[in-house]
């Protein structure tokens, strides 16, 4: 099984993060500008929440709060759950969906160093699935 360091080896390191002085409406334009659906929220180097698109549905949307005047700090989830680098695809699938989330920021140390989503689980997960297919495949033609 594959760990957290082999997805961000292949998709890359960049994740998007956001002051937790910043507004809803700034966070809104990460999502938009690179077609992601959180941010990593940040005061100064430590990590202190994340915001989802489900942040902004539920805690915006059903009171009605102006996003140009809600700072993320108000509205962000605060309890964030983390893997570092060293976790496998499996536990960061049973984080997920235990926890009911899609996005889990990957830490070393103190230090943040990624984010992996739900796509890219099941993406590593599919892949590792197809290898050992195959592998069972050329083991079978090789007992004809």
């Not at 005047?69 to 759950?81: C, N, Y």
């Not at 926890?99 to 892949?127: F, Q, T, W, Y």
């Not at 590792?128 to 079978?140: A, D, N, S, T, W």
Request: aromatic share 4%.
């Amino acid at each position: 099984m594959n760990t957290v360091a082999q997805i961000l080896k292949a998709k890359g390191k960049s994740v998007w993060t956001i002051s937790e002085d910043a507004l809803v409406t700034d966070a809104l334009k990460v999502f938009a500008e690179h077609r992601v659906g959180s941010v990593v929220v940040m005061n100064g180097t430590s990590l202190v929440g994340i915001f989802t698109e489900r942040d902004f549905a539920y805690k915006l949307g059903v009171d009605a709060k102006d996003p140009s005047q809600t700072k993320i700090a108000d509205v962000m989830t605060r309890e964030v759950i983390t893997v570092n680098p060293k976790q496998s695809v499996t536990v960061c699938m049973a984080l997920m969906t235990e926890n009911h989330i899609r996005h889990l920021p990957v830490v070393d140390g103190a230090r943040l160093v990624g984010l992996v989503s739900i796509g890219d689980v099941v993406k590593d997960m599919i892949e590792e699935l197809q290898f050992m297919v195959g592998q069972l495949e050329k083991y079978i033609q090789g007992l004809r």
